[in-house]
């Protein structure tokens, strides 16, 4: 099926608003899939069916597809595009909306998304904090820059919050890149493929105080640790103090010198 074709006939119009950008390679968009670890008994949610290209390709290897797209106006193509499955649910409205995914889902699912930049890290937020059950994994294309954030390490111009809450619920990697020319209508940037795994809970941690200070370490990157603590929260500096000095950091530690293990360390000795 000719997609750009489909589209056309369809008197789809692209939104910039919905960062619509879709590829149409078949081969490449069966990979994802493939390297996305999808299986036989899976139920996986895709967030942004576009064209139904991706979903597709999903739907062949999947148990179950719960397909998510914002923009009413695509239901005619992906009728036509996913005619051949049984297997898909098609969900139009903001996947931001969405109150638990796991209601839908069950208890294990995975997640595929290709996500215009200005959403990424809401939903990928999302995902981690507002599900009962974590997904099993999360592959995701964004942008490259973001790619490159999402894997990340400490110290690094990259390393930030959104590192940080990924690292301690998932293992990321990057898969591959995708260039801009693969996409119609073609972006202005280069993309890549995310892979995260679930990793086991951090025992003992409350993910939400861990969530909250994650976030204050890195509001504003030029200050110390201490400062953004003491200004997030109604903590003293003395508390503060003593809690880096007994977690072994320094106290003119910025949040960026920090692993995720010495975060978790950091939340328990603060908020327990």
């Known amino acids: 099926m ?3 074709s489909e589209l056309n006939a369809s008197g ?3 939104q910039k608003r919905f960062g619509q950008n879709f590829i149409t390679d078949t081969n490449f968009l069966k990979s994802i899939a493939e390297k996305s670890g999808v299986a036989p008994s899976d139920t996986v949610v895709e967030i942004g069916a576009g064209a139904g290209t991706l979903t597709a390709a999903i739907a062949e290897r999947a148990k179950r597809v719960i397909a998510f797209e914002i923009d009413e106006s ?3 193509v992906l009728e036509k595009t996913l005619s051949a499955f049984d297997n898909v649910e098609l969900v139009f409205g903001d996947f931001m909306d969405e109150k638990d995914l796991s209601e839908r889902t069950g208890e294990k699912y995975k997640v595929i998304a290709n996500l215009p930049y200005y959403i990424t890290t809401p939903v990928l937020f999302k995902l981690m904090e507002d599900t009962k059950y974590l997904p099993q994994t999360i592959s995701v294309m964004v942008q490259k820059e973001v790619a490159d954030r999402m894997c990340a390490k400490p110290s690094t111009k990259d390393y930030g919050a959104l590192t940080v809450a990924i690292d301690a619920r998932f ?13 119609y209508p073609v972006p202005n940037v280069d993309s890549a493929v995310v892979l995260m795994t679930a990793k086991d809970a951090c025992d003992g941690v409350d993910m939400k105080k861990f969530s909250a200070l994650v976030r204050a370490a890195f509001a504003m990157r030029r200050k110390t640790l201490i400062n953004n603590l003491t200004a997030a929260f109604p ?3 003395a508390a503060c103090e003593q809690a880096l000095t007994d977690c072994g950091l320094p106290l003119a530690v910025r949040g960026e010198a920090l692993c995720t293990e010495q975060f978790e360390a950091l939340t328990k000795r603060l908020f327990d």
Do not use: E, Q, T, Y
């Not at 293992?171 to 801009?180: G, H």
């Open 12 to 14: 789809f119009r692209f």
């Open 2 to 4: 000719d997609i750009k």
């Open 74 to 76: 695509l239901k005619p």
């Open 171 to 183: 293992s990321a990697r990057k898969l591959v890149n995708v260039s801009r020319d693969m996409f």
């Open 235 to 237: 903590l003293s500096r």
